[in-house]
């Protein structure tokens, strides 16, 4: 059983790209922020050694192409267990495309390596520059002239056509601002993707000008998608000889079903402060009294979302898309007894948003007994992208001796460039049964004592019955069992008492569900208290299980339960607003949690009232 529960926690332990891993242990991955910017930009590089203790340091490779001026160290001690994160910060020298190899380790007489990054850095568009030398100085200005500032926001300088399209819009937005001291700008990597295809979107802060501390940041509200942090970096840009700094939040996103979405304009909260480099913290307090909070947002954005097409779609396709996915399978025994259990595990690796996505289907498996699969699923940032994994688990049992073959299962996904379906698939397994060596006698002898004469007593199988009832009695009890209509009133009488019995405990059910989950939302202070309540509340009001369904399959069980439309759809926005507050800053946190738990309590009220079970 322990070595079926370590196994479980291997596989369960989030995938990360570049690892390199040993018998002992330890592994060391790396990974950056963005493989796209510009020579203003910041490149971080993360180091992760995990399972090493000490006192040691990665060597990085020769890097021509970067600066390196800055390094930190951060150790986390997990139940005795160690992981150290190593981060340098960058400077592009020169554009092009780069290679950041092999970052080593020498520990435990052991080399240890990550595998290469590529990067690209793109050249900084050349500024124009306003003319103001003396011949041109002595002109007179042409009345039709407009204004510096206008004349820059018209025609502003383009990013590189090579640029990435997140990266170019991003740039091209915050150049037409160059007239503000403080903005925000967004935009998406593709505003027409498909189902469960994981898109960027990118969010900057920019800022020509100090601000008091921190400044408050608010996620963005979104509508009929999935989104998941993935990174959050610094970088410069200079906007008409203006430098911005500026602060960007990266985000995957995938839409949840066919039709538009929309991301909603994120915001920073901020007090100007004008230059405070030199002042003490004393004064810079007071200079934040002395400003009034301000705010900014990004642009609104809307995204059509696609179905995958229907032509040529194999039966192996669970709603995946994306590219470069893998997949493999393995059993934890290759040879056991008939009737002992083997615990099948299938992996599916991939760039999309795999947590949707249908469960895997088993083929029909001639002499076993297979019981349920089981998907767990999770993301893993990696390279300023999001990978995602998930794990498919199911026991077979054959049911006698001999060697049997789980053949190869196929498993396949749309691939948006190539606009095709691929299917890709596992190794076959071979399990060889034995016989059994557990054998069943049906009786155990050795608890029964002799009888004498050599015989034991084994059992009694029948027990003869006398009835004492005298022919008087007997007579009486014909003459009742002969009033038919008496009989059948009474057993109707019953029927109906248990149907009363029965709904009034449903109903009664129904009441202690409500008044419980009233009770746990109002003192819900996070968004996961909020899901446990209504989660618990569905269960017990519709028998709807929704911890490890998709949202589609739960308004799905909701429907067919008798959950009328309306109310199913008020659920789907609401839990896509609670996954959505799962990324909330800490101190939005509360105020969304008390937020969303009066939305479910009004939507509880609502079923109660209006649903049927």
């Not at 019981?371 to 688990?393: H, M, Q, R, W």
């Not at 071979?430 to 059994?436: C, D, E, R, V």
């Amino acid at each position: 059983m322990f070595k079926r529960f370590l196994f479980l926690l291997v596989l369960l332990f989030p995938l990360t790209a570049h690892a390199a891993l040993n018998v002992n242990g330890i592994s060391m991955t790396a990974s950056v922020n963005k493989t796209s910017l510009t020579m203003e930009d910041e490149l971080v590089l993360t180091v992760t050694v995990d399972g090493a203790t000490g006192d040691f340091m990665p060597q990085l490779p020769s890097l021509p192409a970067f600066n390196v001026y800055a390094r930190s160290s951060t150790t986390q001690i997990i139940n005795f267990h160690s992981i150290v994160t190593f981060e340098f910060i960058m400077l592009p020298r020169f554009p092009g495309k780069t290679v950041i190899g092999p970052i080593t380790l020498n520990y435990g007489n052991k080399i240890y390596k990550t595998d290469p990054i590529t990067v690209t850095v793109y050249r900084t568009p050349n500024t124009p520059q306003t003319n103001t030398s003396k011949s041109n100085a002595s002109k007179p200005a042409a009345k039709t002239a407009a204004p510096p500032a206008k004349a820059r926001q018209a025609e502003p300088t383009p990013a590189p056509a090579d640029m990435p399209p997140l990266e170019r819009d991003l740039y091209n937005s915050a150049a037409r601002n160059g007239d503000k001291t403080y903005f925000m700008v967004a935009a998406l990597s593709d505003s027409t993707p498909y189902v469960n295809q994981s898109v960027t979107l990118g969010i900057r802060f920019y800022f020509s000008s100090n601000f008091v501390d921190n400044a408050p940041y608010n996620e963005p509200s979104i509508s009929n998608l999935f989104m998941e942090l993935i990174s959050t970096s610094e970088g410069r840009q200079k906007i008409d000889n203006k430098t911005y700094g500026y602060i960007e939040r990266r985000y995957a996103i995938s839409g949840v079903t066919a039709g538009p979405a929309q991301v909603g304009e994120a915001s920073v909260r901020y007090i100007p402060a004008g230059n405070l480099t030199n002042i003490s913290v004393f004064d810079r307090m007071f200079a934040a009294v002395s400003q009034e909070e301000q705010t900014v947002r990004s642009n609104p954005l809307s995204l059509t979302i696609r179905s995958a097409p229907q032509e040529g779609k194999p039966k192996s396709f669970y709603g995946a898309v994306g590219s470069g996915y893998t997949i493999s399978a393995s059993i934890d025994r290759e040879e056991v007894e008939a009737g002992e259990a083997v615990n099948l595990t299938v992996k599916v690796n991939g760039s999309g948003n795999l947590k949707p996505t249908s469960d895997l289907k088993l083929p029909n498996l001639p002499g076993f007994k297979v019981y349920d699969v089981v998907a767990t699923s999770g993301v893993v940032p990696t390279n300023g992208e999001l990978k995602s994994y998930k794990i498919f688990k199911a026991v077979v049992v054959p049911l006698s001796s001999g060697t049997y073959t789980i053949p190869a299962l196929d498993w396949s996904y749309f691939d948006p460039s190539a606009q095709q379906y691929r299917t890709i698939r596992t190794q076959p397994l071979t399990i060889k049964a034995t016989p059994s060596s557990k054998t069943d006698t049906g009786f155990d002898f050795a608890t029964h004592s002799e009888l004498g004469n050599g015989f034991r007593e084994l059992g009694r199988d029948i027990r003869y019955l006398k009835s004492d009832v005298s022919p008087s009695k007997l007579g009486v009890l014909s003459t009742v069992s002969d009033w038919q209509i008496a009989n059948y009133l009474f057993g109707a009488l019953l029927v109906l008492a248990a149907l009363f019995a029965l709904m009034d405990k449903q109903t009664l059910a129904g009441r202690r569900a409500l008044a419980k989950a009233r009770t746990q939302l109002k003192n819900a202070h996070t968004e996961e208290a909020v899901s446990e309540a209504l989660t618990a509340y569905l269960q017990a009001r519709y028998r709807v299980h929704i911890a490890s369904l998709p949202l589609k399959d739960i308004t799905a069980a909701l429907r067919k339960n008798g959950c009328p439309a309306e109310l199913v759809q008020r659920f789907d926005t609401l839990w896509q607003r609670l996954n959505a507050a799962r990324f909330a800053p800490a101190q939005m946190q509360e105020e969304n949690a008390i937020e969303l738990a009066r939305q479910a309590t009004d939507l509880i009220k609502a079923m109660d009232k209006g649903g049927r079970a």
